[in-house]
């Protein structure tokens, strides 16, 4: 079998303005970077269209390290859809050059379900993560040098500014710095970081926003800190929010690419499921719903924090509704949660595998609580045997969900006709099923215990000092109407990384609360979580090269 990068090389990729032309959009209409990339226009968003769409969402059971084949799944799902005779787009979130350079690699899919040009996907694509970049330390520039101003200085407290700096870089080295040393004319020295570019608020609010005005009155809206009297101060008091938007004139524009089977993909935006809302933007998904009759998406990490961030909060701003959700299980995540090593997982172990279907089962009750029933994508690896793929089906039917064997890593669309077929059967089932977890309104402290108990599986949740002091602050503020967004971490449903399975009897530990007032949402921070990762001891960029002729290898 090739490599992913060899697959995605060999593709002979169809130029984009034919894939423009298959959703109806003239070339004119495009702003082309090079013959096979694109952004899209807003004003071609039908809000009529998007309102009879059909949104499929593609989320997973707790993975293991290397993730568990949610994008490899949502682009062969697409790809089946197509071949079925649906007009169907895939819509994806951007890479982050940390985790390509990092654990994860690339997050353009795998083996024959990818999108492409899968290289520069990975590596900088477009520049939208870069603009996101610009703009959030053009915003931490004009902090610092407010606070240094003797002419229009707005009396800010160092002590109460939480805003950092961002890159897209696992840099675990920059999380905790000190700034403005070397004398008065450098600056007033405080401490501050960095958070990697996916956490960055800025992110967040571009996947949020609606329109580029909407995104500038967001911008503006963001939380700094309190001046000495204790006077709230936000991006709009510094004037940075017209200069930051001005750097995302082109970023907020969702871009088109192209399958390895030919059929359109839109990617948009990156934020990073658990530390952020994890989904693309609404902009994209309203562009997609605008020029196809079916639109896959995806959220990031499992059931818990992907899915339950989508449908709480990008589903509720963007007035948007999923008809059908696919759960992706792999048998190798399912024995890693029933204790099975990493470097094991290829070995058949039915005992182990049925120790883990309680994650599996877990995940299927998340879905429902939304009034949905998933459909259980099982993605098939070449040591996964036929007694344990009985298993997860039997699994299946004893839960009543419908169970299908993926194999588009291997096959592509043609490996995912089975799955295509039950996910229109489920669209067609949920017209108007889809219900909230939680009302905005809801005092901080409920919304926050509703998800903890229901989403993780947790019996209580239990505050820091500075998280009581945190919600206090952001109520009196007048943000306590806004959703939560939980930064948790992604290895385990719990807040403790190394609690695999369904973990029970559990307390979930918020350590602070961070108001996001520009995206709209309040962060409380769980466990032991961090907004900048570091890379492994043997990163993937240790395998990344590149020729003379320009040819990049090791990308996966």
């Known amino acids: 079998m090739k490599s992913d990068i060899e697959i995605a090389q060999a593709v002979k990729l169809k130029p984009i303005k034919k894939i423009a032309a298959e959703l109806g959009i003239e070339e004119d209409h495009l702003e082309l970077y090079g013959k096979y990339k694109a952004k899209i226009p807003l004003n071609l968003i039908d809000e009529d269209k998007v309102k009879n769409g059909k949104l499929i969402l593609v989320t997973a059971i707790t993975p293991t390290p290397a993730g568990e084949g949610k994008t490899t799944t949502s682009i062969g ?24 350079f990092g654990i994860k690699g690339g997050a353009t899919g795998g083996g024959y379900s990818q999108v492409v040009p899968m290289e520069d996907i990975n590596l900088h694509f477009t520049g939208d993560i870069s603009a996101v970049e610009k703009a959030h330390n053009l915003l ?61 608020e800025v992110m967040a609010t571009l996947c949020l926003a609606h329109d580029l005005e909407d995104l500038k009155t967001k911008l503006g809206n963001i939380f700094i800190g309190f001046t000495y009297d204790g006077k709230p101060i936000f991006a709009r008091d510094l004037k940075a929010h017209g200069a930051m938007a001005a750097l995302m004139k082109h970023a907020i524009m969702p871009n088109l690419v192209q399958t390895t089977e030919g059929n359109p993909a839109i990617i948009h935006g990156g934020p990073f499921a658990n530390i952020a809302q994890g989904t693309n933007s609404i902009i994209a998904t309203k562009m997609g719903l605008s020029h196809s009759d079916y639109v896959v998406t995806e959220a990031g990490f499992a059931s818990e924090l992907g899915a339950e961030k989508f449908f709480n909060i990008k589903c509720q701003y963007g007035k948007l509704s999923a008809r059908a959700v696919v759960l992706v299980a792999t048998i190798r995540a399912l024995k890693y949660h029933g204790g099975v090593k990493l470097k094991e997982l290829s070995i058949e172990n039915v005992d182990a595998l049925k120790l883990g279907l309680e994650n599996l089962e877990k995940h299927v009750e998340n879905i429902r609580y939304y009034g949905i029933s998933p459909v259980i994508a099982i993605n098939k690896f070449s040591t996964d045997t036929p007694a344990e793929i009985a298993i ?150 240790e395998l990344i090269d590149i020729d003379k002729d320009g040819n990049i290898s090791g990308l996966f």
């Open 77 to 100: 799902l697409t790809e089946g859809l197509n071949k079925i005779g649906k007009k169907t787009v895939v819509v994806l979130r951007e890479p982050s050059l940390g985790p390509v």
């Open 392 to 541: 997860i089906k039997a699994k299946a039917k004893e839960l009543n969900v419908k169970v299908s064997l993926v194999e588009s890593w291997e096959k592509g669309g043609e490996g995912a006709v089975e799955l295509a077929e039950m996910v229109v059967e489920a669209v067609d089932n949920c017209k108007s099923c889809f219900k909230p977890l939680y009302d905005f309104n809801w005092p901080i402290e409920d919304k926050i215990y509703e998800i903890c108990t229901k989403m993780y599986g947790a019996d209580h949740v239990e505050y820091s000092v500075q998280a009581k002091v945190d919600m206090t602050k952001i109520k009196e503020l007048g943000f306590d109407n806004l959703p939560i967004c939980i930064a948790k971490t992604q290895k385990s449903l719990s807040d403790d990384q190394y609690r695999k399975g369904r973990p029970k009897g559990f307390t979930v530990k918020i350590r602070e609360v961070l108001l996001s007032s520009g995206a709209g949402f309040i962060v409380p921070i769980a466990g032991t979580i961090m907004r900048m990762p570091g890379l492994p001891e043997e990163p993937a960029a």
């Open 140 to 200: 931490s520039a004009l902090v610092d040098n407010n606070i240094q101003s003797t002419k229009h200085n707005l009396g800010l407290d160092p002590r109460t500014i939480r805003w950092k700096r961002v890159m897209d870089m696992n840099e675990r080295s920059l999380r905790d710095i000190v700034i403005g040393l070397g004398g008065p004319k450098q600056g007033v020295p405080r401490e501050t970081g960095f958070d990697i570019t996916a956490a960055s």
